[in-house]
């Protein structure tokens, strides 16, 4: 295998694990494949009245310790292998954070770029009904990831309800605040990541000259940097899908969210140098944050990695082979099990505010969110330093032994 892809990665880094929890091959072929793999064709009325075909997936990995959770992700290069591996990953993060969750995820191929508001609505509503059957509060519970949003989760709300005859808000996460959200849902996943930064600056002492580079600037990518910027670190860089830009003394997040928004790249802004997002993440800066896509850093750019700390909140950016590279060269890497877990957190924050028909102070929820996170970073700190390992070797440690633990009830 050449340890490269998505999915052959996510399989290197937990069969990692399961070497060091000396697993029995039973319990390690249970937790190599996914559960349940559905994929689905499903009719959409376009705007022009034809009717077109799309196609879209729900891996359900394990459901050890609870009903599968995880997003969908709406994007043209979806593909089966990708939902797999996200999945899985899902396991390990909803086991490593402690969660009651096993882990899930699903895509539909499509560029919603190029579809209107009602055939987006429509999509949305038609691959709810093909995959109802497979969904449920207490069996598979749906959240938003790539080019998906709190409108979409309502839509997916609304239209399982139907389906099941009974309201079940229940069923997603991540809807919008006058719809049974959860405050704080919006930036959960960055919020999360800069708790695992503070930590880290705490740490190391970073200070205001820190300079950060962040790849992809959408939810979770600008928020991240609004936050850094707040608290006077130096975001030097940021991307998008068209490319990236660059300012020694530090962008202007606000002005920049502004000239996306307006018109529609971070190319499109002035006063910053323009640069691929390639050379983007081989940027001289303390901190690199890929927060768009998987598999951006392999063994084509490991070796002109510059940073000396990587923090993913992309899931799966750095594949199994680049990470040894990186380990080589001293990088510190916090992995995406980790570092974006806050999105699900708050997630299951709001899972269990509609189960309870309660609705959480801001307060209440980025408390709790700080205590799940700085109690991880803590624990997996500790085996770092004692046990010689990379961060993401002991977070799949523990995320593993907790599924193995509750899988022996279970088969
Ligand atoms: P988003 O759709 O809001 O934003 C994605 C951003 O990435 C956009 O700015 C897009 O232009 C950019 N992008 C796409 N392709 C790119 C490329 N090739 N190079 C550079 N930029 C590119 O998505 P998001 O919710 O911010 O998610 C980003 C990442 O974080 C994903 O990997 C997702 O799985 C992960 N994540 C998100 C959440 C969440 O709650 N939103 C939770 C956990 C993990």
């Known amino acids: 295998m050449s340890g490269e892809g998505f999915l052959e990665s996510t399989k290197a880094f937990q069969r990692e694990a399961f070497d060091r929890l000396d697993l029995p091959e039973g319990c390690r072929s249970i937790l190599r494949e996914p559960k349940r793999v559905i994929e689905v064709s499903f009719p959409v009325r376009m705007d022009d009245n034809e009717v077109r075909m799309f196609k879209g997936y729900r891996v359900l990995h394990n459901d050890s310790l609870g009903p599968g959770k995880g997003g969908i992700r709406y994007h043209p290069d979806v593909s089966l292998e990708e939902v797999k591996a996200l999945a899985a990953l899902m396991t390990w993060k909803n086991s490593l954070m402690g969660l009651p969750y096993g882990g899930a995820k699903g895509g539909v191929v499509v560029h919603p770029k190029y579809m209107s508001e009602s055939e987006i609505e429509a999509l949305t509503r038609s691959f709810t009904r093909a995959i109802a059957p497979f969904i449920g509060p207490n069996t598979d519970i749906p959240a938003p990831d790539v080019y998906t949003n709190a409108k979409i989760m309502a839509w997916i709300a609304d239209e399982y309800s139907r389906t099941a005859g009974s309201f079940r808000p229940d069923v997603v996460t991540g809807k919008p605040l006058n719809f049974f ?135 799966g950016p750095i594949s199994y082979r680049a990470d040894k590279i990186l380990t080589e060269k001293n990088i510190i890497v916090l992995p995406d099990i980790i570092t974006n877990s806050g999105g699900v957190i708050v997630s299951y924050f709001e899972w269990l505010q509609n189960r309870m028909m309660e609705q959480w102070s801001k307060d209440k929820v980025i408390k709790k969110l700080e205590e799940y996170m700085i109690r991880v970073f803590k624990e997996i700190d500790k085996k770092v330093e004692k046990d010689n390992m990379t961060y993401r070797q002991a977070a799949y440690y523990k995320a593993v032994k907790r599924v193995v633990d509750a899988l022996k009830y279970r088969i």
């Open 181 to 315: 959200g959860s405050v704080g849902r919006d930036i959960a996943t960055a919020y999360g990541a800069y708790i695992i930064f503070k930590q880290l600056a705490k740490k190391h002492g970073f200070n205001k000259s820190t300079t950060i580079a962040i790849q992809g600037f959408g939810n979770a990518g600008y928020n991240f940097a609004k936050f850094a910027q707040q608290d006077g670190f130096k975001v030097v860089a940021v991307s998008d899908s068209r490319g990236a830009i660059y300012k020694k003394e530090g962008l202007n997040i606000e002005e920049i969210k502004k000239c996306k928004e307006e018109e529609g790249s971070v190319l499109e802004c002035r006063g910053v140098k323009a640069m691929s997002n390639e050379e983007m993440l081989e940027l001289d800066v303390d901190v690199l944050v890929p927060a768009a896509l998987e598999g951006q850093i392999t063994t084509k750019n490991a070796n002109n990695i510059k940073a000396k700390y990587i923090l993913e909140i992309a899931n």
